[in-house]
């Protein structure tokens, strides 16, 4: 009976250090495909719209980005 109980609690632990080191893989891996926003990708994006925008609209720009993460 209390091989049983151990044999069910070491699964339990197994599973969760390798789903630990999984979700941080894949965690990991999402991040560099897609790079959180920075100030110049936002430069960027508006010179590609047409007009030059200055680091107080960048800035601007940023606080809204930040305001509905």
Do not use: C, Y
Not at 8 to 25: E, R, T
Not at 49 to 65: A, E, L, T, Y
């Amino acid at each position: 009976m209390w091989a049983d109980i151990g044999l069910v609690v070491l699964g339990i632990v197994i599973g969760l250090v390798i789903g630990f080191f999984v979700a941080k893989h894949v965690f990991t891996k999402q991040l560099k495909e897609n790079p959180p926003i920075n100030e110049k990708m936002i430069e960027a994006m508006m010179s590609q719209m047409g007009r030059k925008p200055s680091q107080k609209q960048v800035r601007q720009v940023m606080q809204q980005m930040n305001r509905f993460r």
